[in-house]
């Protein structure tokens, strides 16, 4: 594993393994470079890279990047309001730079809006595209989840590991299922004492401006904007779109990714759509890592070819 930062752009990334298919990895809201397992350190998809895994150090070499607008060493950037569009844009930039090219891009959930708009705006750079738990575009269940996070986050009488701690709480129902929860907690002891864990655990880590900034990109996400919709954006792509959604999702629900879906069946640019089915909710695709794992890997070896 390797860390680097190329200084001109302010982009911080880890780079993990040294095989001959080159992945660029998104990481979701409060992700961040540490994908991979690291000597002190335990990643957020670490079993992907194991020996056996889908991106196995030794047939895969993934660059995950720091978003711009997060706090694990990407320098923030100059533009006043965040965006998905400029954070992929500022990737492009990157890219272009370091003149990087990949097998397969792939990101969940914010990351995978991220990815959407770059391969977009760097459509040449990519063979194979793998977009998890996101929709086309934000939507009204999107806003009003991402609004009470952000009415703490605003709310100056809370110190700023308060407020980051209370909005993560919130948040943390909106990325699993009551199914989920009912199954592992009886009691509200023991489901308030795991919600205090994630706040707490979020609040040592994070900073209360890159979470509002990130909130923000998020608000913001429409593919199809200032392109002529979402069908007419998606026929510029030039890479087949593989989508894997997760049901149920209390975040991005089975029928925004479905319009993605099909959006892109009609732009003839859809590889496949699949689904992870389970009690997880919207986190399954960082839970349920053997059926990730499968996944994962049909999409490397899947042709590049377009339906």
Known sequence: MSAGCLASLGIAYRRVGQGPRHVLLLHALTGGPDAADGPTTKGWWGPLFHPGGALDETGCTTWCPNLPWSCYGTAWPKESRPSVRAQASLLADWLEAEDLSFDLLLGGSLGGMVALELALIAPQRFRTLGVIGCGGRADAWLWGANAVQRAILDNRCLTDGDAIALARRAAMLTFRTPEGLGQRFATGEAIRGWLDH???????????????????????????????????????????????????????????????????????????????????GHDAFLIDLPALQRWVARVLEAPCARS
Do not use: K
Request: glycine letters at 12%; proline letters at 5%.
């Open 198 to 280: 994630h706040g707490a655990a979020l609040a040592a880590r994070f900073t209360r401006r890159s979470y509002r900034a990130l909130l923000e990109a998020m608000d913001g996400h429409d593919l199809g904007q200032e392109r002529g919709g979402l069908e007419s954006a998606l026929q510029r792509l030039e890479a087949p779109l593989h989508l894997l959604g997760m049901r149920p999702d209390q975040l991005f629900s089975p029928a925004s990714v479905e319009e993605l879906g099909s959006a892109a069946r009609a732009a003839g640019r859809l590889g496949s759509l699949a689904w992870l089915d389970g009690p997880h």
